[in-house]
Nanobody, 127 residues
Framework: QVLLVESGGGLVQTGGSLRLSCAAS????????MGWFRQAPGKDREFVAV????????DHADSVKGRFTISKDNAKNTVYLQMNSLKPDDTAVYYC????????????????????WGQGTQVTVSS
């Protein structure tokens, strides 16, 4: 069973930074893509970033490019989301997600395309 546990959320002022962590356990993740999504109050859950476990494939949503960076530490089975220049619009619950993939990498940004989810961590950006 895959278990994803997020941490690192909190309250920060506009322009500040936070680093979210997602600790993954339960299996070997060699054929997995690890993603970050977020959900603001009253809105749908949306894609933020994704990284393949090999690290050779990385993608970020246009809304966070240049400000957020996804990375991972294979030795710790942990995926990170470094968030800089935070804005009030970034306020949301942030979720870690995982999906298996085989063969050619494809950009997957929809919630239903991911099989496993963490419980989420709240990020609040004050103006």
């Amino acid at each position: 069973q895959v278990l994803l546990v997020e941490s690192g959320g909190g309250l920060v002022q506009t322009g500040g930074s936070l680093r979210l962590s997602c600790a993954a356990s339960g299996r070997t993740f060699n054929n997995y893509a690890m993603g970050w999504f977020r959900q603001a109050p009253g809105k749908d859950r949306e894609f933020v970033a994704v990284i393949s476990w090999s690290g050779s494939n990385i993608d970020h949503a246009d809304s966070v490019k240049g400000r957020f960076t996804i990375s991972k530490d294979n030795a710790k089975n942990t995926v990170y989301l470094q968030m800089n220049s935070l804005k009030p619009d970034d306020t949301a619950v942030y979720y870690c997600a995982a999906r298996r993939f085989f063969g050619t990498w494809e950009r997957k940004t929809r919630v239903y395309e991911y099989n496993y989810w963490g419980q989420g961590t709240q990020v609040t950006v004050s103006s």
